[in-house]
């Protein structure tokens, strides 16, 4: 084992595989930003706006929506202009938004902001683990993805950092708008480091035809090895090659017999990440206090503690998911989960006092997530799909990501409506249903290149 490390070391550039990949997971700080901000801000915009049941879903849920949108919209956008490109487009257009949310003058505002806030961010969470993807080697390659998950972690963190900071000082109805535009700072940030970063060389193979450019890059990535290079430029051509697929391919094809059961695969996977239960927790995670009886002061001092165990349990998986798989981390997520779940559930439904026990079993709800399905679900989608279809197909995947998250963040206040008892019992079942789901039909790709994925569907009999 200890040979295979230093093999990895030696053939790779490490300091600058993992600079470039840790810009381009600045997109998904961005993505965790956006969502943990929304969790302070809830309280002060339902008074202010009087925005109960129905409406204050949607107006919290139409940043889901409009992350769907961005995640179909940005597959064509990334191949015909590249990723860079894309991502440099992404963050120019989340510096404008970040604006526009904090100047709402009202609830339509409000909610026309998030929405392109949504679309930002969506296409950010296809770019992001799409890049790092692509430019990763095999070996290190669910590390590298997580890093993505880690930063969406990080952004959650610091944003109920602000929250708290924001709230506990006296500013009134101002507030919220400086949660809001504390998104400023991060995002200029990641504008002006992605002009430090290369472009794909899978994509400058298959749509620019820059070989020369590519051969650098990839040099530089593998420390100078020419015959590691040339074999993966080799393996990039020979894919795209493949079949005469280089453009042809339409989402239409996605659901044509040789894909559609790889391409449900995929949907499992993506909505179980939000069937969970996660964002009915993380964007509600105050009013879940509040009904614990917990004055929301502490309550905005509770999530930073939880999402700090959100941020700290993501290194367990960049640990592991490389030596034990990500089928095994999915099968104890679900596991866990279901189990932390149904003990809020007996805690609620028993009306045990006192909010300790709440925070608590969702630390270790979010623990557990934060090891499992946050970050395994993203590294799946990066690389689970074969050569020909995977711009499209991590595309429509994340779609129907965002697609559930909107549902899930959607239909939450009328959950916790109905009982929070009832609430935390209904995804304590999906979760176990979740497990059943991975066990029967999700394949190990561990250490896999993507050019490989086609051999295991195959050996999977998809």
Excluded at 240 to 259: A, E, I, P, Q
Excluded at 279 to 284: D, G, I, L, S
């Amino acid at each position: 084992m200890k040979k295979e490390i230093g093999s990895v070391k030696r053939s790779h550039n490490h300091a600058y595989i993992l600079s470039i990949c840790f810009i381009a997971s600045l997109g998904g700080f961005m993505f965790g930003f956006d969502l943990g901000i929304i969790g302070g801000v809830i309280p002060y915009i339902e008074h202010q706006f009087e925005l109960f049941g129905f409406w204050l879903g949607l107006v919290v849920a139409i940043f889901e929506l409009g992350a769907m949108i961005g995640a179909l919209g940005t597959s064509r956008i990334a191949d015909v202009f590249g990723r860079k490109r894309a991502m440099l487009a992404c963050a120019l257009l989340l510096t404008i938004t970040a604006i526009g949310v904090a100047t709402s003058g009202g609830s339509v505002s409000l909610a026309f902001w998030r929405l392109a806030q949504g679309i930002c961010v969506g296409a950010a969470s296809v770019l992001s683990p799409m890049y790092i993807a692509e430019v990763a080697p095999p070996e290190i390659r669910g590390k590298l993805v997580s890093l993505n998950q880690l930063t969406i972690i990080l952004g959650i963190l610091i944003a109920s950092c602000y929250n708290y900071y924001f709230g506990s000082n006296d500013l009134g109805s101002m507030g919220w708008r400086y949660m809001f535009l504390s998104a400023l700072v991060p995002s200029l940030l990641f504008l002006l480091l992605l002009f430090f970063i290369p472009e794909s060389p899978r994509w400058m193979i298959s749509r620019s035809g820059n070989e020369e450019e590519a051969n650098r890059i990839l040099m530089r990535i593998n420390n100078g090895d020419e015959n590691r290079t040339h074999k993966e430029i080799g393996e990039i051509r020979n894919a795209f090659s493949d079949g005469n697929v280089r453009t042809k391919t339409s989402f239409r094809d996605l659901f044509k017999k040789r894909f559609l059961p790889i391409i449900l695969i995929g949907f499992g996977i993506a909505s179980l990440q939000q069937l969970c239960g996660i964002n009915n927790v993380t964007p509600y995670m105050q009013k879940i206090f509040i009904m614990a009886g917990v004055k929301l002061t502490d309550g905005l001092f509770n999530a930073v503690m939880v999402q700090l165990v959100f941020f700290l349990s993501t290194f367990i998986a960049i640990v592991l998911i490389d030596k034990i798989g990500r089928r095994f981390l999915m099968l104890a997520g679900t596991g866990l989960m279901a189990f932390s779940l149904i003990c809020l559930a007996l805690v609620f439904q028993l009306e045990i006092p006192g909010g300790i026990f709440v925070l608590v079993l969702m630390m270790i709800y979010i623990g557990s997530f934060g090891f499992t399905l946050g970050p395994v679900v993203w590294v799946l989608i990066s690389e689970m799909f074969p050569t020909e279809i995977r711009g499209k197909a991590i595309a429509m995947t994340s779609a129907v990501l965002w697609l559930a998250t909107f549902i899930i963040v959607f239909v939450s206040p009328w959950l916790l409506n109905i009982g929070a008892s009832t609430n935390f019992m209904v995804f304590g079942i999906l979760n176990i249903l979740g497990f059943i789901f991975c066990y029967k039909y999700l394949p190990e790709t561990k250490g896999k290149t993507l050019e490989q994925m086609k051999e295991i569907w195959q050996k999977q009999r998809v």
